[in-house]
């Protein structure tokens, strides 16, 4: 069911789909998407900083009528907040724009050079005084993790990074696993780029379902969280729809082989 969550390294339940809403830049529309998606069953929403819309949210939020409690919500520091006085003062501000009083995740966005180890221990202070439920980072590479790691008090407890069937980063999943650090997927649905694939058109007509919830599910057959983004309400619920077929193993090797290392998002290694 959407309800369908996984266990953070801290306990705390996270659901295995949410709504991303990564360039949805009018507030009507962004409103919209977010308060169908909640009617769905959706209860977890990915936002950042950088999005420009996390008012927004928080007014979706509240004109849903749901309680806060039901919810994970999601935010990210931008780059330009990082250090530790600013990315305390970056927290604030996406709280007190979206209106709560605490979020569920907070990530660091990218792994600014220099930075992101102040940032880190923002983080961690955020989230020993309950303002942050969960503490993750978001488009660091192995190296990142390693040296956050030799610092960090408390382990990263997600990894938000673009994983989808031609980019499957099957090395960062493994050295994840190693830190019981959950792998959560930006792009799931390769921001549209897999919808011509033959592989995956032959899949979908075998299930009776779509080539986005093939993907999807083969990303929650891999233990990936994922956020696909839509606000189209029918396919804001096709996207969850992802829990009454399974994948075999043969057809999960099938879209394992897609695997190019294709990136369409910035590349972590080379960003700014
Ligand atoms: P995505 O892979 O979710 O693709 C979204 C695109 O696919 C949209 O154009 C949408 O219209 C289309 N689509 C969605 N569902 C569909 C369906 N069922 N059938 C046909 N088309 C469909 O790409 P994304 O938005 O980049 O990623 C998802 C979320 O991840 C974002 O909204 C954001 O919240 C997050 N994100 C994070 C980072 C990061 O650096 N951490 C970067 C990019 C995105």
């Known amino acids: 069911s959407l309800s369908s ?16 809403v990564f360039k949805v830049e009018k507030e009507e529309e962004l409103i919209t998407a977010v308060k169908s998606a909640i009617e769905i069953g959706y209860r977890s929403i990915d936002t950042a900083s950088i999005y420009g819309n996390e ?18 919500i999601t935010s990210k520091v931008w780059n330009s907040d990082q250090g530790y006085e600013a990315a ?50 978001s488009n660091f590479q192995i190296r990142h993790l390693e040296s956050l790691l030799k ?22 999943r493994a ?11 930006w792009a799931p649905l390769m921001q549209g780029g897999l919808f011509e694939n033959e592989i995956l058109k032959k899949l979908a007509e075998k299930h ?16 990936i969280i994922v956020i696909p983004k839509s606000t189209k309400p029918h396919r804001i619920k096709e996207n969850a729809d992802l829990f009454d077929f ?4 043969q057809d999960m090797e099938l879209i394992d082989s897609l695997d190019e290392h294709l990136r369409v998002g910035p590349d972590p290694d080379n960003f700014d």
């Open 55 to 72: 008012e927004w949210v928080g007014e979706a939020i509240r004109q849903s009528g749901i309680n806060r409690e039901e919810l994970f």
């Open 88 to 137: 305390l003062k970056a927290f604030n501000t996406s709280l007190e724009k979206m209106g709560l009083e605490y979020l569920d995740l907070y990530l660091i966005h990218w792994p600014v050079e220099g930075k992101y180890t102040e940032t880190w221990r923002a983080l961690e202070d955020l989230y020993k005084e309950g303002k942050i439920k969960t503490i993750g980072v």
């Open 175 to 185: 050295f994840a696993a190693k830190y019981d650090m959950h792998i959560e997927a």
């Open 246 to 249: 399974e994948l075999s193993q």
């Open 5 to 20: 969550t996984a266990v953070l390294a801290n306990g705390v339940k996270m659901p295995k789909v949410g709504l991303g």
């Open 208 to 223: 009776g379902k779509s080539i986005a919830q093939i993907v999807l599910r083969w990303h929650l057959q891999n233990s």
């Open 151 to 172: 610092t960090a008090e408390i382990k990263p407890m997600i990894n938000q990074i673009e994983l989808h069937p031609k980019l499957a980063q099957t090395d960062l």
